[in-house]
Protein backbone atom coordinates (compact mmCIF):
# COMPACT_ATOMS: atom_id res chain seq x y z
CA UNK A 1 0.00 0.00 0.00
CA UNK A 2 1.23 3.61 -1.14
CA UNK A 3 0.99 6.17 1.84
CA UNK A 4 1.00 9.61 1.45
CA UNK A 5 2.88 12.33 3.50
CA UNK A 6 6.29 13.31 4.52
CA UNK A 7 9.02 11.96 6.30
CA UNK A 8 9.83 14.93 8.73
CA UNK A 9 12.65 14.45 12.03
CA UNK A 10 11.47 14.73 15.48
CA UNK A 11 13.82 15.06 18.06
CA UNK A 12 16.04 11.87 16.43
CA UNK A 13 13.49 10.32 14.86
CA UNK A 14 12.19 10.33 10.98
CA UNK A 15 8.12 10.03 11.03
CA UNK A 16 6.39 9.35 7.78
CA UNK A 17 3.33 12.02 8.70
CA UNK A 18 -0.31 12.10 6.47
CA UNK A 19 -0.44 15.53 4.01
CA UNK A 20 -2.97 17.36 6.27
CA UNK A 21 -1.28 17.99 9.70
CA UNK A 22 -1.96 20.45 12.98
CA UNK A 23 0.69 22.74 13.85
CA UNK A 24 -0.24 24.80 16.88
CA UNK A 25 -3.65 24.08 19.24
CA UNK A 26 -5.80 21.29 19.56
CA UNK A 27 -6.07 20.97 15.63
CA UNK A 28 -8.82 19.51 13.94
CA UNK A 29 -9.15 15.97 12.68
CA UNK A 30 -9.09 16.10 9.02
CA UNK A 31 -8.84 12.84 6.96
CA UNK A 32 -8.21 9.16 8.94
CA UNK A 33 -4.72 9.85 10.59
CA UNK A 34 -4.40 12.96 13.06
CA UNK A 35 -0.69 14.39 13.34
CA UNK A 36 -0.09 17.17 15.79
CA UNK A 37 3.47 18.81 15.33
CA UNK A 38 2.93 21.19 18.16
CA UNK A 39 2.98 18.05 20.64
CA UNK A 40 6.54 17.64 19.81
CA UNK A 41 7.27 19.24 23.26
CA UNK A 42 4.76 16.58 24.71
CA UNK A 43 6.48 13.39 23.60
CA UNK A 44 9.72 15.40 24.14
CA UNK A 45 8.94 14.69 28.02
CA UNK A 46 8.04 10.78 27.54
CA UNK A 47 11.33 10.37 26.16
CA UNK A 48 12.77 11.74 29.13
CA UNK A 49 10.11 9.91 31.39
CA UNK A 50 11.18 6.40 30.07
CA UNK A 51 15.07 7.52 29.94
CA UNK A 52 15.08 8.27 33.57
CA UNK A 53 11.60 8.16 35.66
CA UNK A 54 9.68 4.94 34.73
CA UNK A 55 11.19 1.10 33.65
CA UNK A 56 8.01 -1.09 32.56
CA UNK A 57 8.36 -4.13 30.48
CA UNK A 58 5.14 -3.99 28.48
CA UNK A 59 4.24 -1.13 27.14
CA UNK A 60 0.49 0.66 25.11
CA UNK A 61 0.55 3.14 22.77
CA UNK A 62 -3.38 3.06 22.91
CA UNK A 63 -4.48 5.89 20.57
CA UNK A 64 -1.20 6.26 18.60
CA UNK A 65 -2.35 7.62 15.31
CA UNK A 66 0.92 8.11 13.03
CA UNK A 67 2.92 6.20 16.39
CA UNK A 68 4.52 8.93 16.79
CA UNK A 69 5.00 8.72 20.19
CA UNK A 70 5.83 5.16 21.07
CA UNK A 71 7.88 5.09 18.04
CA UNK A 72 10.03 8.44 19.46
CA UNK A 73 10.21 6.23 22.66
CA UNK A 74 11.39 2.95 21.08
CA UNK A 75 13.80 4.96 19.22
CA UNK A 76 15.07 8.04 21.64
CA UNK A 77 14.92 5.74 24.89
CA UNK A 78 16.06 2.08 24.30
CA UNK A 79 15.43 -0.52 26.88
CA UNK A 80 14.62 -3.90 27.97
CA UNK A 81 10.47 -3.35 27.20
CA UNK A 82 7.98 -3.93 24.32
CA UNK A 83 5.35 -1.61 23.23
CA UNK A 84 2.32 -2.63 21.36
CA UNK A 85 1.61 0.85 19.35
CA UNK A 86 -2.54 0.74 18.73
CA UNK A 87 -4.72 2.55 16.86
CA UNK A 88 -8.28 1.04 15.38
CA UNK A 89 -8.12 2.90 12.18
CA UNK A 90 -6.43 0.64 10.01
CA UNK A 91 -4.96 3.28 7.83
CA UNK A 92 -3.13 4.38 11.14
CA UNK A 93 -1.72 0.60 11.19
CA UNK A 94 -0.11 1.52 7.78
CA UNK A 95 1.71 4.73 8.92
CA UNK A 96 2.60 2.85 12.16
CA UNK A 97 4.25 0.31 10.14
CA UNK A 98 6.18 1.96 8.10
CA UNK A 99 7.63 4.21 10.53
CA UNK A 100 8.66 1.05 13.02
CA UNK A 101 9.99 0.10 9.82
CA UNK A 102 11.72 3.48 8.88
CA UNK A 103 13.18 3.80 12.22
CA UNK A 104 14.39 -0.08 12.73
CA UNK A 105 12.79 -0.37 15.61
CA UNK A 106 12.92 -4.07 16.29
CA UNK A 107 10.82 -3.76 20.41
CA UNK A 108 7.61 -2.54 19.01
CA UNK A 109 4.37 -4.53 17.49
CA UNK A 110 1.81 -2.85 15.91
CA UNK A 111 -1.87 -3.45 16.49
CA UNK A 112 -5.45 -2.11 15.53
CA UNK A 113 -7.26 -3.47 18.24
CA UNK A 114 -10.29 -1.33 20.00
CA UNK A 115 -9.13 -0.27 23.01
CA UNK A 116 -11.43 -0.99 25.13
CA UNK A 117 -11.68 -4.69 23.85
CA UNK A 118 -8.07 -5.30 23.83
CA UNK A 119 -7.88 -4.45 27.27
CA UNK A 120 -10.30 -6.87 28.75
CA UNK A 121 -7.78 -9.85 27.21
CA UNK A 122 -3.89 -8.15 28.19
CA UNK A 123 -2.64 -5.95 31.38
CA UNK A 124 0.37 -3.39 30.64
CA UNK A 125 3.21 -1.80 32.81
CA UNK A 126 2.62 1.47 30.84
CA UNK A 127 -0.53 3.05 28.99
CA UNK A 128 -0.61 5.93 27.07
CA UNK A 129 -3.68 7.48 26.29
CA UNK A 130 -3.88 10.69 23.85
CA UNK A 131 -7.10 10.90 22.75
CA UNK A 132 -8.64 13.82 20.84
CA UNK A 133 -10.45 15.84 23.40
CA UNK A 134 -11.73 13.88 26.95
CA UNK A 135 -9.79 10.74 28.13
CA UNK A 136 -13.00 9.72 29.99
CA UNK A 137 -14.71 7.36 28.37
CA UNK A 138 -11.15 4.79 27.67
CA UNK A 139 -9.97 5.71 32.04
CA UNK A 140 -12.52 2.79 33.37
CA UNK A 141 -10.66 0.25 30.95
CA UNK A 142 -7.08 1.56 31.18
CA UNK A 143 -7.37 1.50 34.88
CA UNK A 144 -8.44 -2.60 34.60
CA UNK A 145 -5.90 -3.06 31.94
CA UNK A 146 -2.68 -2.09 34.89
CA UNK A 147 -0.47 -3.93 36.51
CA UNK A 148 -0.27 -4.04 40.21
CA UNK A 149 3.13 -1.01 39.40
CA UNK A 150 1.86 0.18 36.35
CA UNK A 151 2.14 3.82 35.05
CA UNK A 152 -0.80 5.41 33.51
CA UNK A 153 -0.15 8.59 31.02
CA UNK A 154 -3.02 10.56 29.61
CA UNK A 155 -3.34 13.67 27.78
CA UNK A 156 -6.28 15.98 27.94
CA UNK A 157 -7.34 18.57 25.32
CA UNK A 158 -10.76 19.52 26.61
CA UNK A 159 -9.14 22.34 29.21
CA UNK A 160 -11.99 24.61 28.49
CA UNK A 161 -13.92 22.64 30.53
CA UNK A 162 -12.28 21.61 32.96
CA UNK A 163 -10.79 25.34 33.78
CA UNK A 164 -14.67 26.45 33.98
CA UNK A 165 -14.92 27.96 30.53
CA UNK A 166 -18.07 25.06 30.19
CA UNK A 167 -18.82 24.37 33.76
CA UNK A 168 -21.54 22.16 32.76
CA UNK A 169 -19.97 20.18 30.57
CA UNK A 170 -17.15 19.70 33.51
CA UNK A 171 -19.87 18.64 36.11
CA UNK A 172 -21.09 16.00 33.07
CA UNK A 173 -17.83 14.74 32.62
CA UNK A 174 -15.79 14.81 35.65
CA UNK A 175 -18.55 15.36 38.33
CA UNK A 176 -16.93 18.08 39.49
CA UNK A 177 -17.73 22.33 39.88
CA UNK A 178 -14.88 23.77 37.57
CA UNK A 179 -14.77 28.27 37.88
CA UNK A 180 -12.47 30.74 35.79
CA UNK A 181 -9.82 31.80 38.06
CA UNK A 182 -6.07 33.41 37.67
CA UNK A 183 -5.04 29.64 38.44
CA UNK A 184 -7.38 28.15 36.47
CA UNK A 185 -5.00 25.97 34.44
CA UNK A 186 -4.18 24.29 38.10
CA UNK A 187 -7.39 23.88 39.01
CA UNK A 188 -8.71 22.18 35.75
CA UNK A 189 -5.37 19.97 36.26
CA UNK A 190 -6.24 19.16 39.90
CA UNK A 191 -9.92 18.43 38.41
CA UNK A 192 -8.92 15.72 35.88
CA UNK A 193 -6.30 13.92 38.46
CA UNK A 194 -8.63 14.02 41.23
CA UNK A 195 -11.55 12.00 38.72
CA UNK A 196 -8.86 9.70 38.05
CA UNK A 197 -8.45 9.18 41.51
CA UNK A 198 -11.84 8.47 42.31
CA UNK A 199 -12.08 6.07 39.42
CA UNK A 200 -9.14 4.12 40.59
CA UNK A 201 -10.44 4.31 44.07
CA UNK A 202 -13.68 2.06 42.53
CA UNK A 203 -11.53 -0.78 41.62
CA UNK A 204 -9.63 -0.73 44.97
CA UNK A 205 -6.58 0.88 43.66
CA UNK A 206 -4.73 4.20 44.41
CA UNK A 207 -3.41 6.32 42.47
CA UNK A 208 0.32 9.18 43.00
CA UNK A 209 1.61 11.69 40.73
CA UNK A 210 4.79 11.17 39.02
CA UNK A 211 4.48 14.14 36.64
CA UNK A 212 1.57 16.36 35.63
CA UNK A 213 1.40 19.70 34.05
CA UNK A 214 0.11 22.10 31.73
CA UNK A 215 1.40 22.77 28.49
CA UNK A 216 0.17 25.10 25.57
CA UNK A 217 -3.36 23.53 24.98
CA UNK A 218 -3.18 20.15 27.08
CA UNK A 219 -2.80 18.63 30.68
CA UNK A 220 -0.12 15.98 30.87
CA UNK A 221 -0.19 13.37 33.63
CA UNK A 222 1.92 10.44 34.56
CA UNK A 223 0.41 8.54 37.46
CA UNK A 224 1.61 5.56 39.35
CA UNK A 225 -1.20 2.72 39.98
CA UNK A 226 -0.83 0.93 43.17
CA UNK A 227 -2.74 -2.09 44.17
CA UNK A 228 -4.91 -2.17 47.29
CA UNK A 229 -7.54 -0.73 49.03
CA UNK A 230 -4.73 0.86 51.47
CA UNK A 231 -3.20 3.11 48.45
CA UNK A 232 -7.11 3.86 47.42
CA UNK A 233 -7.25 5.55 50.86
CA UNK A 234 -4.30 6.95 51.25
CA UNK A 235 -4.62 8.80 47.51
CA UNK A 236 -9.04 10.00 48.52
CA UNK A 237 -7.30 11.12 51.85
CA UNK A 238 -5.63 13.91 49.45
CA UNK A 239 -8.88 15.03 47.91
CA UNK A 240 -10.68 17.75 48.74
CA UNK A 241 -12.38 21.13 47.90
CA UNK A 242 -11.28 25.10 47.31
CA UNK A 243 -12.67 28.25 47.24
CA UNK A 244 -11.40 31.57 45.64
CA UNK A 245 -12.64 34.94 46.03
CA UNK A 246 -12.25 37.16 43.47
CA UNK A 247 -12.63 40.44 44.99
CA UNK A 248 -9.93 39.40 47.87
CA UNK A 249 -7.97 36.78 45.40
CA UNK A 250 -7.90 34.75 48.95
CA UNK A 251 -7.67 30.82 48.03
CA UNK A 252 -9.30 28.54 51.08
CA UNK A 253 -8.15 25.26 50.37
CA UNK A 254 -10.02 21.96 51.62
CA UNK A 255 -13.68 24.21 51.86
CA UNK A 256 -15.76 25.78 49.40
CA UNK A 257 -17.67 24.43 46.15
CA UNK A 258 -14.82 24.14 43.29
CA UNK A 259 -14.13 20.08 43.03
CA UNK A 260 -13.44 18.00 44.33
CA UNK A 261 -9.73 17.76 42.82
CA UNK A 262 -6.59 16.51 43.83
CA UNK A 263 -5.13 18.69 46.89
CA UNK A 264 -1.82 16.84 46.83
CA UNK A 265 1.60 17.12 45.19
CA UNK A 266 1.63 17.49 41.03
CA UNK A 267 5.21 15.37 40.83
CA UNK A 268 7.50 13.40 42.50
CA UNK A 269 10.23 15.00 43.16
CA UNK A 270 12.99 12.44 44.04
CA UNK A 271 11.69 10.95 40.89
CA UNK A 272 12.45 13.32 38.60
CA UNK A 273 15.43 14.37 40.17
CA UNK A 274 18.07 13.01 38.25
CA UNK A 275 15.79 13.01 34.74
CA UNK A 276 17.44 15.52 32.24
CA UNK A 277 16.80 15.77 28.75
CA UNK A 278 19.23 13.83 26.52
CA UNK A 279 20.61 14.93 23.04
CA UNK A 280 18.60 14.94 20.42
CA UNK A 281 15.62 15.95 21.38
CA UNK A 282 12.87 18.75 19.63
CA UNK A 283 12.55 21.35 21.80
CA UNK A 284 15.66 20.78 24.07
CA UNK A 285 16.02 24.14 25.48
CA UNK A 286 12.30 24.36 26.52
CA UNK A 287 12.17 20.47 27.98
CA UNK A 288 15.49 22.13 30.61
CA UNK A 289 13.65 25.25 31.34
CA UNK A 290 10.68 22.74 32.84
CA UNK A 291 12.96 20.52 34.23
CA UNK A 292 14.58 22.84 36.18
CA UNK A 293 11.17 24.41 37.32
CA UNK A 294 9.62 21.28 38.43
CA UNK A 295 12.36 20.45 40.17
CA UNK A 296 12.15 23.77 42.11
CA UNK A 297 8.58 24.21 42.35
CA UNK A 298 7.01 24.17 45.75
CA UNK A 299 3.99 21.51 46.46
CA UNK A 300 1.75 24.52 47.34
CA UNK A 301 -1.75 24.77 45.95
CA UNK A 302 -2.44 27.19 44.34
CA UNK A 303 0.36 29.63 42.27
CA UNK A 304 -0.67 32.98 42.49
CA UNK A 305 -0.02 35.86 39.63
CA UNK A 306 1.78 39.13 39.65
CA UNK A 307 -0.92 40.62 37.17
CA UNK A 308 -3.90 39.52 39.33
CA UNK A 309 -2.07 40.99 42.78
CA UNK A 310 -1.01 44.31 40.86
CA UNK A 311 -4.86 45.12 39.96
CA UNK A 312 -5.76 44.43 43.31
CA UNK A 313 -3.81 47.04 44.78
CA UNK A 314 -3.95 49.48 42.03
CA UNK A 315 0.04 48.60 41.75
CA UNK A 316 2.41 48.14 38.86
CA UNK A 317 3.86 44.76 38.67
CA UNK A 318 7.57 44.36 40.83
CA UNK A 319 10.67 43.09 38.77
CA UNK A 320 10.72 39.31 39.37
CA UNK A 321 13.89 38.98 41.30
CA UNK A 322 12.76 42.14 43.81
CA UNK A 323 9.26 39.76 44.70
CA UNK A 324 11.12 36.85 44.81
CA UNK A 325 13.34 37.71 47.12
CA UNK A 326 10.95 39.69 49.18
CA UNK A 327 8.86 36.91 49.52
CA UNK A 328 12.01 34.51 50.64
CA UNK A 329 12.38 37.02 53.35
CA UNK A 330 9.18 35.90 54.60
CA UNK A 331 8.40 31.38 53.85
CA UNK A 332 9.26 29.36 50.90
CA UNK A 333 8.54 30.67 47.38
CA UNK A 334 9.01 29.49 44.29
CA UNK A 335 8.52 29.82 39.87
CA UNK A 336 6.08 27.93 38.79
CA UNK A 337 5.53 25.89 34.96
CA UNK A 338 2.01 27.31 34.81
CA UNK A 339 2.89 30.69 34.37
CA UNK A 340 6.14 33.03 33.71
CA UNK A 341 4.76 35.44 35.58
CA UNK A 342 3.02 33.31 38.49
CA UNK A 343 5.03 32.01 41.58
CA UNK A 344 4.16 29.96 45.04
CA UNK A 345 4.76 30.50 48.52
CA UNK A 346 3.52 29.22 51.47
CA UNK A 347 2.32 32.47 53.57
CA UNK A 348 -0.88 33.48 53.66
CA UNK A 349 -2.30 36.21 51.63
CA UNK A 350 -1.84 38.78 53.80
CA UNK A 351 1.66 38.45 53.60
CA UNK A 352 1.91 37.91 49.74
CA UNK A 353 0.31 41.23 49.44
CA UNK A 354 2.65 42.95 52.42
CA UNK A 355 5.91 41.50 50.72
CA UNK A 356 4.58 42.60 46.51
CA UNK A 357 3.78 46.49 47.77
CA UNK A 358 7.58 45.99 49.37
CA UNK A 359 9.36 44.76 46.01
CA UNK A 360 7.31 48.03 44.20
CA UNK A 361 8.75 50.21 46.77
Not at 160 to 168: E, I, M, R
Request: hydrophobic fraction near 40%.
Amino acid sequence: MSLEGTIIKEGSTRLLVPPLISERGPGRVEGKVFFNRQMAFNRDVAVVMFRSVIQPRKCLDAMAATGARGVRICTEAPGEYRFLINDREPLAGEYIRENVRLNSIGNAEVGTADLRCLLTREVFDYIDLDPFGTPIPFLPAALQGMTRKGVLAVTATDTASLCGTHPGKCRRRYLANSQRSPFMHESGLRILIGTIVRMAAQEDRGISPLLCYYADHYFRLFLRVREGAAAADVALAQMGMMAYDRATGERRVGEGSMGPMWLGPLLDHGALAEAAAPEGLACPDRVERYLELWREELDVPFYYETDELAAMLGLSPPGRAELLRALGDKGRVSRTTFSLTGFRTDRPLEEVLEAFRSACQ
